[in-house]
């Protein structure tokens, strides 16, 4: 399994202002490091506790999917989506210019119109698009212009996804513990290639603003600024983050997730 988080928290569960007043300082001199030690004491403590605090967009590869899985990162809000790589692909194989909708390709056996494709540069896929038309062993045009360029010399791969129905899974909002995706009866996943190519991207998080947070974990982030803030800089930094983040598992140890 591999985690990709594809959109950050807009917002953090405490304020600079909370932070400020929780530290007793009056002044503006120490407001980017203070916002940037929120950061981080959030991070500390998400990774503590195996949780999302505030909303966040995370997208999961699995190289293969059993009838029940379990998403990481609770609470879960939403699945957007269950997606897998189908084993027709193609290459590019001549320059396909940024700002076109025309893509060239080695192929186009298995490409349907109203596919969804993305092109997948040296493992790093750039750009979801969907068929329009297709020009028999020649190119695919896009119901969208390109945003880079692509050519033959980098092997970029074109690879043909599947959505996968929402009628065929049920989905458990656990809000105590991981949630899970169950497949129905009768139902099973699309036929995929293997390997990184079943995606599940889905929403996790309390909510949207730092008053959603539980007030428990509000506390252990605090502990955690508190002590990088008095201890900062110096050869006593890291081994204050220590005894911090000791200090913290005691507030967080409520909502710590044991197992995945």
Known sequence: MQLNLKTAPTVEPISLT???????????????????????A????????????ITQTWQMYLDSAAAEIRIPKPPLQSIESIKVISAVQSTVDQNSAS??????????????VDDTVVVNR???????????????????TMTAS?????????????????????????????????GRIMLREGYSWPAHRGFASFIIEFKA?????????????????SVLIAHMYENRGGEGAVKARVHALEEAKIILSPYKIYRF
């Not at 407001?31 to 950061?39: G, K, M, P, V, Y």
């Not at 692509?150 to 043909?160: F, G, I, M, N, W």
């Open 205 to 221: 998080g309390y909510g949207d603003a730092g008053s959603d947070v539980p007030e428990g974990l509000k506390q252990g982030i």
């Open 18 to 40: 909370e932070a400020k007043l929780h530290l007793k300082v009056d002044g503006s001199d120490d407001n980017t490091l203070i916002s940037a030690l929120i950061e981080t």
């Open 122 to 140: 040296r493992g790093s896929r750039e750009e979801e698009l969907t068929i329009l038309s297709i020009q028999d062993d020649v190119s695919l």
């Open 146 to 178: 390109l945003s880079d360029t692509h050519t033959a010399s980098q092997a970029d791969r074109v690879e043909k996804y599947i959505l996968a129905a929402t009628e065929r899974y049920d989905v458990d909002f656990s809000s105590s513990g991981n």
């Open 42 to 53: 959030r991070r500390l403590a998400e990774a503590e506790t195996k949780r999302a605090f």
């Open 99 to 112: 700002g076109q909708a025309l893509l060239y390709v080695a192929a186009t056996a298995g490409f349907s």
